[in-house]
């Protein structure tokens, strides 16, 4: 049962990943936020945070957006000439402004781009592909229109999300509907959501022992110990987990102040790290880093974490 750190956007970059990896340990795999095009051309920025160099070492899986043939065969080049050897395709992000334009999880409504993919990748045959995917746009058994062509595809693995891009990432997880799935594919299965804890990796484990593992996101950023304690078989005391949380922002705070210019640039950069940490840092802190609008005011909140 392998870990994966799921692509979260303005979170695990490059520099996140490799930080992560020397705090607690490299995941299994790691997932970059998706890259995608704009104005006929992939983006620099998302090919420039995500720099094969940084991640050297770990095994860090770039994932593409797109919403044609088109823009998947420019993602995928660009990913070969930076030399990754594999790339994710993204059809389950849930966001309103993606779906509307027909990427992310609108591609579970689009069997004849995903038929075209399937043509086109032995173009690329120093990549491996996977995919990462929700049950439907609007309902859970929407996948049974693209099952077909996914079990076409020579695919490493395929990661389930078990909702809805509606739901965004609240409400009923449909159980039933991934099981069904993942009775018909074909291929190795990555289950993600809502998996908190190290207990709701084993839980996951126990009753799914065929899955090739686990993927969290938002449970890994508020808890970035999750896979190290897993690991280890026990939950880490609080104290244990605010030490490493403390050195793994400070690693990321030195490289954004030594890489950004004034303190807006660095506030921007380093203030999203908190995010999903409210709970583990406590409502106080969290406010006053919320708030900071200063380099000597932040610190000063992150200071006070105890």
């Known amino acids: ?13 490059g520099i996140f990943c490799r930080f992560h990896s020397d705090t607690y340990g490299p995941a299994d795999f790691y997932s970059t936020p998706f890259i995608r095009v704009e104005k006929g051309e992939v983006r620099r920025r998302d090919l420039r945070v995500n720099d094969p160099q940084t991640v050297k070492g ?33 059809l389950g992000c849930p966001f309103p402004p993606q779906v509307k334009h ?6 579970l409504r ?4 995903l038929k075209a993919v399937a043509e086109e990748m032995p173009s690329f045959p120093t990549l491996t592909f996977s995919i990462k995917m929700r ?12 099952i077909d062509t996914i079990n076409s595809m020579p695919l490493t693995r ?28 074909r291929h190795p299965i990555v289950y993600n959501g809502d998996i908190a804890n190290p207990d709701d990796i084993d839980r996951i484990a126990d009753r799914y022992p065929t899955l090739e593992g686990v993927m969290a996101g938002r449970g890994l950023l508020a808890r970035p110990s999750l896979h190290a304690e897993w690991l280890e078989g ?13 050195r793994l922002h400070r690693n990321l705070f030195e490289h954004y102040r030594s890489t950004l210019c004034g303190d807006a640039q660095i506030l921007m950069k380093i203030k999203p790290f908190w995010e999903y940490l409210e709970p583990e840092i406590g409502h106080k802190p969290f406010k006053a880093i919320k708030k900071a609008s200063s ?5 000063t909140a992150v200071d006070s974490i105890s």
Do not use: C
């Open 1 to 13: 049962m392998k870990f994966f750190a799921a692509p979260m956007q303005g979170h695990t970059e």
């Open 58 to 90: 770990l095994n860090v899986i770039p994932q593409a957006i797109f919403r044609d043939i088109t823009e998947w065969k420019l993602i995928a080049e660009a990913v070969a000439q930076l030399g990754f050897t594999t790339l994710d395709m993204n």
């Open 102 to 107: 027909g990427r992310g999880a609108a591609l």
């Open 110 to 113: 689009n069997p004849s781009l």
């Open 135 to 146: 049950l439907g746009v609007e309902q859970p058994d929407e996948w049974t229109a693209i």
């Open 158 to 185: 395929v990661t389930v999300h078990p909702r809805v891009a509606t739901q965004q990432y609240g409400g009923e997880l449909h159980i039933g509907q991934f099981e069904t799935l993942a009775r018909e594919l």
């Open 234 to 246: 026990r939950q880490w005391s609080r104290e244990e987990r605010i030490i490493k949380l403390l």
């Open 295 to 299: 380099l000597p005011k932040y610190t």
